[in-house]
């Protein structure tokens, strides 16, 4: 199981962030060459991430890349720089339909051939009313596709509000996003909590997401991780409490039945499946933390 409770944004063209990486707790960083690098600055954003890849990820983090989206006809120029050795995958920004997913997996698929690489895993991440009525048929566009992000940020840009600090207009989006990841078997990450002040605000925002679905959060700044990390991770109560109920119901069929109770509760194969859920969850997590030590 792939864990991605955090995902942090680092700006491609800052050399500093970038030789942070290898220290950071978080699961995933996403070395950005879209929105926080400027025209001008592209080209040298591409340089550092090609010759940057292999020393970010020398860490516990997930080293991706947020290429151009293929509505501005950059996508390739990106892909020429960062398809390589080291790449944990891709993230495809404003993505509004399958044909976006499609379109720029085949760009991306010419530079693997060229270079002998495996495929690239892909997170694509809707951040339009568009992308929001097509999320399902994104999620599973592809097999490559293994995590679709939300970007609230752009989206109520592109909605005509704000953000507000009660979340009201992202209630339904952010549900949708969760549910259609869910349809597609892949995971949901949802989007930024810009306060960096509010770190409260943060815990209850990401506390709302996980309820919705969401496995995990994308950050601004590595404040952020620790915060985010401990709430995407199941409790030592949750993790012991899913072990009974996974050992209650293997006693249960040993002796014919398909299901029992535990602790007043009813528990069938579906709890036994949401048990075993997070048991694995847990025991990925364990395992990075071990790889981290």
């Known amino acids: 199981m792939k864990v991605l409770r955090s995902i942090l944004f680092t700006p491609g063209s800052n050399m500093r962030m970038i030789q942070k990486i290898p220290a950071l707790t978080a699961d995933a960083v996403v070395l950005d060459l879209e929105d926080s690098i400027p025209i001008a600055d592209k080209d040298t954003a591409r340089v550092f991430i090609r010759d940057s ?9 997930e080293v991706y890349v947020r290429v151009n989206g293929i509505i501005t006809g950059i996508t390739a120029d990106d892909c020429d720089f960062i398809v390589q050795k080291g790449l944990a995958g891709i993230m495809l920004p404003k993505v509004e339909s399958k044909a976006d997913v499609l379109k720029s997996e085949k760009l991306i698929e010419e530079k ?11 997170i694509a991440t809707i951040e339009t009313a568009k992308g929001v009525m097509n999320a399902y048929e994104i999620a599973s566009a592809s097999k490559r596709v293994i995590a679709m992000g939300f970007g609230a940020v752009d989206y109520t840009r592109d909605l005509g509000t704000s953000l507000s600090k009660e979340g009201t207009e992202l209630f339904v989006p952010r549900s949708i996003v969760a549910m259609a ?8 990450l949802d989007t930024v909590f810009i306060d960096l ?16 679905g969401f496995k995990g959060k994308f950050l601004i700044h590595p404040c952020q991780i620790d915060p985010v990390n401990k709430v995407f991770s199941p409790s030592l109560k949750e993790v012991e409490y899913a072990r009974k109920i996974a050992s209650a119901l293997r006693e249960a069929e040993a002796r ?15 709890v036994y499946q949401q048990a075993k ?17």
């Open 277 to 293: 859920d997070l048991i694995a969850l847990a025991d990925a997590i364990a395992e990075k933390e071990r790889k981290r030590e």
């Open 197 to 212: 002040a509010d770190e409260q605000g943060l815990i209850r925002d990401s506390q709302t997401a996980r309820q919705l």
């Open 112 to 122: 693997e051939l060229e270079r002998g690489l495996e495929p690239t895993p892909l």
């Open 256 to 270: 014919g039945l398909g299901a029992t109770s535990l602790e007043g509760r009813m528990i069938d194969i579906p």
């Open 181 to 188: 990841s869910r349809a597609a078997s892949i995971q949901a």
């Open 53 to 61: 890849l292999e020393s970010a990820g020398s860490g516990s983090a």
